[in-house]
């Protein structure tokens, strides 16, 4: 037997009469569809000040500067390990490049890292605060037969090889390694610098010690993802 169901006819005259007050019918809207509706949300996540951060730098084992150095020395280097923010599934990858100036001080004879930016795996910049330690070491070259063994798997400074060169009488003994331009200052120029003097004090710096990195402000992460 047929029951008759209240609220089934009361919904078929209201659809009934909009029907025929509009003369258009409703729109439908899969519930599919809604529920696949997505809204971007923004995360972020922060690792504080003081953070250490250790790097590497792959072109060469050592760095050789002299506080003389014309300008600021653009340098790459490498993060070493994860660097994990308050949010467990956000971190600075190990293998990310910060890119960043090796400054020398020729008042105090030290040099320092400060770092500008990070790039991630994905071509991804964020800007960053941070820089190494103040770096004094220094390292003695004289006119000295094993100078090129010293100098081996080196990176050195324009003003660096020019120092060397100088004090060796070898113009092309530094030829071999990688050259640190700063963009200031031509080979002839840096080399007067240095002529007639018997020895040079330059800096010695050793990437994976000294040139570990400190954050001087908190780094902000951010992160864009689809909420349903």
Do not use: C
Request: no cysteine; aromatic share 4%; glycine share 6%.
């Amino acid at each position: 037997m047929y029951k008759f169901n209240r609220w089934h006819s009361a919904t078929a005259i209201s659809i009934a009469l909009l029907l025929n007050a509009t003369g258009t019918a409703p729109i439908a809207i899969p519930a599919s569809a809604i529920a696949q509706t997505t809204l971007p949300v923004e995360i972020t996540a922060r690792i504080p000040a003081g953070t250490t951060i250790p790097v590497k730098y792959q072109a060469a084992q050592k760095i050789i500067v002299a506080p003389e150095e014309p300008g600021p020395i653009p340098l790459t280097l490498v993060v070493a390990e994860n660097i994990v923010s308050n949010r467990a599934t956000f971190s600075i990858p190990a293998g990310t490049q910060v890119v960043g100036e090796l400054v020398t001080m020729q008042e105090i004879g030290s040099a320092q890292f400060v770092a500008k930016q990070l790039v991630l795996r994905d071509g991804k910049r964020i800007s960053i605060n941070a820089s190494s330690r103040i770096i004094s070491k220094t390292q003695e070259f004289t006119d000295n037969p094993r100078v090129s063994r010293t100098i081996a798997n080196t990176a050195l400074g324009t003003a660096a090889a020019a120092a060397i060169a100088a004090v060796t009488g070898n113009p092309a003994i530094a030829s071999q390694q990688i050259l640190l331009s700063s963009g200031f200052g031509s080979t002839p120029e840096l080399i007067g610098r240095f002529r007639n003097q018997q020895r040079v004090r330059l800096l010695l710096i050793e990437p994976e010690t000294d040139l570990t990195l400190t954050l001087n402000s908190d780094l902000i992460l951010r992160r864009s993802v689809s909420q349903r």
